[in-house]
């Protein structure tokens, strides 16, 4: 089973900038995509960040130019560069891989526990 384990969540004030890590355990895998999906109180969880192996990076309208996905391909590990962070950007956040199924088309989705988000006005 392939296991997330993230870190680098808390608590900040508005304007402040926090980074998300999320690192993929395990072994005979490969990862088509990872990205950062969030739910905020009362709200449905959303995507923020997407990035496709070999492709470029997407991100939620919301946070375009104050969020930086990237990807350290050799340590299976994301990160979420959060800037510039908003009292609405106060959510659980939690990274999400997709990896194909050996031998199969199927492509399996693991998530993390998640990591509160906490931005203070």
């Known amino acids: 089973q392939v296991q997330l384990v993230e870190s680098g969540g808390g608590l900040v004030q508005a304007g402040g900038s926090l980074r998300l890590s999320c690192a993929a355990s395990?072994?005979?895998?490969?990862?088509?995509?990872m990205a950062w999906y969030r739910q905020a109180p009362g709200k449905q969880r959303e995507l923020v960040a997407r990035?496709?192996?070999?492709?470029?990076?997407n991100y939620a309208d919301s946070v375009k130019g104050r969020f930086t996905i990237s990807r350290d391909n050799a340590k299976n590990t994301v990160y979420l560069q959060m800037n510039s962070l908003k009292p609405e950007d106060t959510a659980v956040y939690y990274c999400n891989a997709a990896i194909p199924q050996r031998f199969t088309t199927i492509m399996n989705q693991y998530w993390g526990q998640g990591t509160q988000v906490t931005v203070s006005s």
């Open positions: 990035l496709v192996t070999g492709g470029s990076p």
């Open positions: 395990g072994s005979g895998f490969s990862i088509n995509a």
